[in-house]
């Protein structure tokens, strides 16, 4: 004898639900309390059911989705020099680490002994991803001299980042980066071409304008390249995205899946095969505090939730005290810690996009979605990433929206733990200074730099 549970319920609705709302609610108006008006533009209302996600934008959301399980746990360490960095490497590797980001942005790499460095690290084994300042040919030159096997891990720079802060961008760039690309032809999970969001995330963009930028930006890389004679297949399998992840928890969910959607879309348009895109997460910098730092703590824990629920394939954890002081062993290991609990403790691992099938979660991607793209395609008909740039076009949509974001904050309309509410006055910890405005004389246009919202607070 067969037994429903649900057999006991009678059938409901949304329209069921609302009406319950609204007497729960005892008068005060639906729209103003429930509905949410997202920085983004549009409006997401606090349950959805299966007739308002649209099915065939739901199978394609989800396929664009990360294809294997799990996450790499990818601090970052800077280089101090071959023997020291050496073992601080094979140290964390040692405490639940899988990839690394290292840190080589203040050295000339002609000056590096790198089987000293790399001593007891097998980049086959262990992704290895270097921040390296430009120089890129040294890099390959170096490595390729004592490595015979296919590497993993990649490049960490992004020119046209470094570009929109300061205005500097040599004019072989893009011909030195296809020439890396097909020196690690060989190596194909070694990626050579990094697209980041953080240069717009630390500005003060919202989500959409995040996608939509990161996704300009790609699209500049591939033009560029294929113009310096790489295929579209080549460029698509060596490009990666890093992101930053805020503190709008399911927003940041959504934006993963919206991006892998995205970037599927974007390569159809190439007429090739869609790759699953490649996406490390880090948490953010532009919503940490130097007062009340332990704060940052829980925005750290959420932005990284946000991340692996969205299906990041990578992760780095800041240091909570990293605004203020060089981190310590301490604040390290709790950085990579948070990882580490996300796996071995609440099982995030275990599942394939376990966003898929929240019909808040769906319609809140698709949303998110369709806001980015309608942005990205505004800044196309402008020419392009750099065209937009040079118009003043990105950097107003962004100021516009962190200037917003701070009055929020400043009228208490939004909440920022320990720092414009539920705050301990402590001793502050770094002196505050206004962020300065990005200048180079030598272009005509403004330039992005890195802020905290906080740091307003930090009197």
Known sequence: MSFSLFSEFSPSDKNAWVQQALKDLKGKDYDKTLLWNTPEGFVVEPYYTDQEVQETQLTGLQAAQQKKLGWLNQPIVTYESERATNAA?????????????????????????????????????????????????????ALQTFIAYQMKGGLADDGLATWMMTGQLSETYFAELA?????????????????????????????????????????????KLTDAGLDPDAVFSKLYFSVSMGTNYFMEIAKLRALRFLWQRVQMGWGIEPKIAYVHAQTSTFYDAAITPNTNLLRA???????????????????????????????????????ILLKEESYLDKTLDPAAGSYFLENLTQQLAEAAWSLFLEVEEKGGLLAAFEQDFIQNKIKQNATET??????????????????????????????????????????????????????
């Open 89 to 141: 490497m094979l140290a964390v590797l040692q405490k639940g680490v899988d990839a690394l980001t290292l840190d080589l942005r203040n050295t000339d790499l002609e000056t590096i002994e790198f089987t000293k460095l790399l001593y007891g690290i097998k980049l086959s084994d262990t992704p290895l991803f270097f921040q390296i300042n430009g120089q890129n040919n040294a890099l390959i030159r």
């Open 179 to 223: 020439a890396v690309a097909i020196a690690t032809k060989a190596s194909p999970s070694f990626k050579t071409i990094c697209v980041s969001s953080h240069v717009f995330h630390n500005a003060g963009a919202n989500a959409a304008q995040e996608l939509a930028f990161a996704l300009a930006s790609a699209v500049t890389y591939a033009d």
């Open 301 to 339: 824990t959420t932005e990284a939730m946000s991340a692996v629920i969205g299906g990041c394939d990578a992760l780095t954890v800041h240091a909570y005290d990293s605004t203020f002081r060089t981190p310590d062993e301490f604040s390290e290991r709790i950085a990579r810690n948070i990882s």
């Open 406 to 459: 701070l009055a929020a904050l400043q009228q208490g309309t939004r909440v920022m733990v320990g720092v414009n509410k539920f705050r301990v006055d402590e001793e502050v910890p770094v002196k505050y200074t206004p962020t300065p405005e990005a200048v180079n004389k030598t272009v005509s246009f403004k330039l992005l730099h890195p802020q905290r919202i906080a740091q307003t607070f930090e009197r």
